[in-house]
């Protein structure tokens, strides 16, 4: 059984989120959800360096404005989906990593989720198949918004000094990621930090979807497209290499030739046709494209455009990675593999993620299916630690003193910043660590789950306590919630 929730940002203008009205839905069946539960997809770790050689030779990208409470504007860019789409067709038959394979993301099985007509389908979740990974949800932007706060208040303003994130150094997980929005923009902050390599503690994000194809057509080009756009590729942005790319005739023509679903992007045919005459922004000088040299020229995100994926670009990237002293993991498969238990099949070679504690618990539109909550909930508390006496308590806000030099202080934006000019604005409290972030619709009529099922769970479990940080009561109800463990 399949859903439509009609919610996705790939049809809505996140101008018009306040205006979105809720309409009933089907209902899952308990014997869809049983099927569901027995075939779970087998938790799996890919290996970036295989997956980022599946990629075509060229992808385009859009931009995707979020909404702000401060006011300022945020602009992150993502894969368009009839890319995505285009590239299937141009597969065809291929066999690549798939939910089902094992090992380090080395399987060949069929996969229906990587076929054109599965893009086309109008259903948003097949349970136990597709959980909906390909789109961008409007709870993603929410959390980004609430991020964004917490930045501000760490943060402060300075002035003439070497830019550092308060997320460098920490270790987030994000749960269901598909588009992986939230991250993304953790990545736009920390790729923006401008101290020396040698100076920058070990940040590791993990993103985790239960489809294996999300993470290849979707999760993985996002996270390229923030770096390519960021001022950590001004090196290669320098090189003969970027220089040779923007002479070659526009390879996305014969994508945008074709008029894309308007359920797989979020453009207007008009602007679309437009994207294949941009061009890129010139690169700058060899002198400027030093890592840390605040005069770094940056690609505009708020313009469409294509990235040629070459042998060049791809270990730039990596590179950029191992510099920065920055571990990038995608995982696919289950809440319940991740936690150590077998899908009734019992595959063989199942394996589980490292749950050693993280600072950072991420998640959003996750919560709209009752009988998964049990398998989410005990991921977040082991991701957090909760119950094992290994977590560490600290907070993001206020910041380590801009441009320390010292490892020590870097690896713990935690403590007193001597340099910020302006306090914590009142409204926004620090985030005690570890801590887990939910964002939600208040109620997801049809599938039966929303956020009171969830206080419920974590609650009247005595498994934490929950409380809303965010919440937008015009049009879709919709929360931000931070969780303490216990």
């Known amino acids: 059984m399949s859903f439509k929730f009609n919610f996705d940002l790939e049809d809505a203008d996140t101008s018009a989120l306040e205006n979105m009205t809720l309409e009933d839905k089907p209902t899952e069946s308990a014997e869809s959800a049983d099927l569901a539960r027995s075939n779970l997809a087998a938790c799996t770790r890919h290996s970036i360096e295989k997956l980022i050689e599946t990629l075509p030779d060229v992808i385009s990208y859009s931009p995707l404005d979020i909404p702000l409470a401060s006011g300022r504007s945020l602009t992150l860019a993502r894969r368009d989906l009839f890319d995505a789409r285009y590239q299937l067709i141009a597969e065809a038959d291929v066999a690549l990593p798939t939910e089902g394979s094992t090992g380090e993301g080395d399987g060949v099985q069929s996969d229906q989720t990587r076929t054109p007509a599965f893009l086309d389908a109008p259903s948003d979740l097949v349970p136990g198949v597709y959980e909906g990974g390909l789109k961008t949800w409007e709870c993603s932007l929410d959390l980004v918004d609430y991020l964004d706060g917490l930045k501000e208040a760490s943060e402060g303003t300075s002035y003439g000094l070497v830019a550092s994130s308060v997320w460098v150094g920490r270790r987030v997980l994000e749960l269901g990621c598909g588009t992986a929005v939230p991250s993304l923009y953790l990545l736009h902050e920390i790729f923006k930090d401008e101290r020396k390599p040698s100076d920058v503690p070990r940040t590791k994000i993990t993103l985790q979807d239960y489809n294996a194809s999300v993470l290849e057509l979707i999760t993985l080009p996002n996270v390229l497209i923030a770096w390519y756009l960021s001022p950590a590729s001004a090196a290669y942005r320098a090189s003969p290499d970027f220089a040779a790319c923007q002479e070659k005739p526009e390879a996305s023509q014969g994508k945008s030739a074709e008029a894309p679903n308007p359920a797989l992007s979020s453009i207007t045919e008009d602007e679309e046709s437009a994207q294949t005459e941009t061009d890129l922004p010139i690169s700058p000088s060899p002198a400027d494209a030093q890592l840390g040299n605040?005069?770094?020229?940056?690609?505009?995100?708020?313009?469409?455009?294509?990235?040629?994926?070459?042998?060049?670009?791809?270990?730039?990237f990596l590179t950029t990675l191992a510099e920065r002293n920055i571990e990038l993991e995608l995982v696919s498969g289950s809440w319940e593999g991740m936690l150590g238990k077998r899908s009734q099949a019992g595959e063989p070679g199942e394996t589980t993620v490292d749950l050693e504690p993280y600072d950072l618990v991420l998640t959003s539109e996750t919560i709209y299916r009752t009988a998964s909550l049990e398998a989410l909930i005990g991921v977040m508390r082991s991701a957090c630690g909760a119950g094992s006496g290994s977590s560490t308590s600290s907070a993001v806000a206020p910041s380590v003193a801009a441009g320390?030099?010292?490892?020590?202080?870097?690896?713990?934006?935690?403590?007193?910043?001597?340099s910020s000019s302006s306090a914590p604005p009142s409204n926004i409290a620090p985030l005690s660590l570890p801590s887990s972030l939910v964002a939600a619709k208040v109620l997801y009529f049809g599938v039966g789950g929303?956020?009171?099922?969830?206080?419920?769970?974590?609650?009247?479990?005595g498994l934490g306590r929950v409380e809303t940080v965010l919440e937008r009561t015009k049009g879709v109800g919709r929360k931000v919630m931070r969780v303490d463990w216990q």
């Open 450 to 461: 929303g956020v009171p099922d969830f206080v419920r769970a974590v609650e009247e479990g």
């Open 294 to 316: 605040p005069s770094t020229t940056t690609l505009d995100a708020t313009v469409p455009g294509d990235i040629h994926l070459t042998p060049t670009l791809k270990a730039a």
């Open 404 to 418: 320390s030099s010292s490892a020590a202080a870097a690896s713990s934006p935690v403590a007193a910043s001597s």
